[in-house]
Structure formats: structure tokens, C-alpha cells
């Protein structure tokens, strides 16, 4: 019983995957069941009995994302060795590396403008990390960070739209966009408006630290080139 409910769940796991790169590739409407069960290697009769339906499979796609997003926020929401824009630039460079590279939420971003979809919107992925950028912006504001009367939730609206807007604008451009620079580049333009003068003084010096996980790697791979 055990073997056969993990099959059941690589087998729908996998019909999520290939939904979500057809959806990804051509939009809801447009996107071929007979592709999505192609690149699943399941069969109409295992795709049916987990969705009945093209929309439940949709559903499905947004849930899985939703995860992502939920996963990736806490993650770096609970950091304590950064500050709070710190983390915040974390968290955007995050997402916009998901944008880049993962099929789930490249299919969110398409399926989220679909008219039976628009329900889920307000719950969506952009919601999640949406509320963690709100979180890190009032954290910045109770640290000192952040200039006197500035609306912490003013903040973090425009930072939503400029993020939202270079996400669409890297669809609609014909050349290949570094959505990560992109993403930062709307992060520093906006904490150079509202980030203390104190706080912009030494982020131009040092920079955005570098993330303990790559600085391991780095000498991990020394430590290996040396043996």
C-alpha cells in the first residue's frame, strides 16, 4: 500500500511538473493535455484520476507555487544575522531567481492573468512574499532604518509594482532581460529615497553581503582543488 501511494504521489507530482512547463510555455488556454501527458509519461487515466478537469490541474500548479513562495519567504523572514533590508534583497533576488529557472512558478506568473484564475490572485505567490517584503519594510522602520515619515506600507506597494512591472516588461521585451538585476535595481532605486543616510553610507561601501551558503561553497571548492 505503502509503494503504491508514493507512485500515486511521483505520478501526479510529475503531471503537475509537465502542466506547469506547458502552461508556462503557452498559457492556459493554448496548453495541450496530450503535451502535458507526454512530458509526465503518465497515462489520460492517471492524469483524470487525480484532476478532472484542465482548471483543477491549473489549481494544482498555483498550489505548488503558493508552497514555493510560503517556503522561500520563511526562509529568509526568520534570518537574524542580516538586516531587515538586508533580507529583504535576499528575498527579491530569490524570486526573481524562481522566476528564471523554476517551471512552477513561471506557470503561476502565466495563469494568474487567466479569467479562471482570477479568484486566486489575492492569495496568490505575490501575496506571500508580498506580505514578508511589508513585514521586513516595518522591521527596517522599528531598527532605525528608514527616514523619518516615511510610510513603511506606501513603501512597500511601490516596491511591489516596480517588481511586478520589470516581471512583465521582461515578457514583453524580445531580448534576454537579467530579471535579477532588474529586481535590484528596483530595490536600490527605492531604498535610496527612504533608506537612512547612515544606512546608504555603509551599503555603498560593502555592498549586499555575500550569502554564507556561497561563501561555503567558494572554500569548499578551494579546500578540494588544494587535496
Known sequence: MARQQERARRTRAAIVEAAA??????????????????????????????????????????????????????????????????????????????????????????????????????????????????DLVHRAVQDGLVRDGVDADKVTRVLAASLAGQRYMADLTAKQVDLRARFEESLEVLLAGVATDEWLEAWRRDGWPEEPSEAAESVEAESAGGE
Open 21 to 134: 512547463v506547458e502552461f508556462g510555455k503557452h498559457g492556459y488556454a493554448a496548453a495541450s493535455v496530450n503535451a502535458i501527458l507526454e512530458g509526465s509519461h503518465a497515462t489520460k487515466g492517471a492524469m483524470y484520476f487525480h484532476f478532472e478537469s484542465k482548471e483543477e490541474l491549473g489549481r494544482a500548479v498555483l498550489v505548488a507555487a503558493l508552497e514555493k513562495f510560503r517556503a522561500v519567504a520563511d526562509r529568509w523572514i526568520d534570518r537574524s544575522d542580516l538586516d531587515a533590508f538586508q533580507i529583504l534583497h535576499g528575498l527579491v533576488d530569490e524570486v526573481a531567481q524562481m522566476f528564471l529557472t523554476d517551471p512552477i512558478v513561471q506557470a503561476e506568473f502565466r495563469l494568474i492573468i487567466e479569467p479562471e484564475f482570477y479568484p486566486d490572485v489575492q492569495n496568490g505567490g505575490a501575496q506571500v512574499w508580498g506580505t514578508s517584503a511589508r
